[in-house]
């Protein structure tokens, strides 16, 4: 008996949707990151890109709940995004919870950024990821299927 390996032309995507309101940021980006690598079909295979198509919806919901951030543990006070400019001293920061209230979409696609490789097949499955604020998302013809955490 051998080994079942995936070949990159067999693969058989789907697509899924993920309602993030009121679930913590970083399970539902694990979740994505799961479905997007395809670490849940049982013919995964490390070195082939098996992964499927993820919508994230209700991000601005999930983010901000009633005002509050749904971080566990203060994070949303104490943790920071980080990016440079490219000029000398333009390190800008950005607090979790300014970063949520004004732009949830990035904070969603950071978290799910930050759970997926760094290497071709990584890069090829964050395409595959979608990010709304919103309920509302334009891929209904391809009849995405309601993943539930």
């Not at 679930?23 to 690598?37: E, H, S």
């Not at 849940?40 to 490390?46: C, E």
């Not at 971080?71 to 490219?86: F, I, P």
């Not at 509302?136 to 009849?143: I, T, Y």
Request: proline content about 4%.
């Amino acid at each position: 008996m051998s080994t079942y390996m995936a070949k990159a032309g067999q693969v058989d995507r789907k697509w899924y949707v993920i309602d993030a309101a009121g679930k913590p940021l970083g399970r539902v980006a694990a979740q994505a990151a799961v479905l997007l690598r395809g670490k849940h079909k049982p013919t995964f295979t490390p070195h082939v890109d098996c992964g499927d198509h993820v919508i994230i919806i209700n991000c601005a919901e999930a983010v901000l709940t009633g005002g509050k951030a749904v971080l566990t543990g203060g994070k949303a006070e104490k943790k920071y995004y980080y990016h440079h400019t490219g000029y000398i001293g333009h390190l800008k920061a950005v607090r979790y919870d300014t970063l949520m209230r004004t732009k949830p979409e990035k904070a969603m696609e950071l978290a799910v950024h930050g759970m997926i490789p760094s290497n071709t097949i990584g890069r090829a499955a964050e395409a595959r990821l979608r990010v709304y604020a919103g309920s509302e998302h334009k891929h209904e013809a391809q009849k995405p299927t309601a993943w539930e955490l």
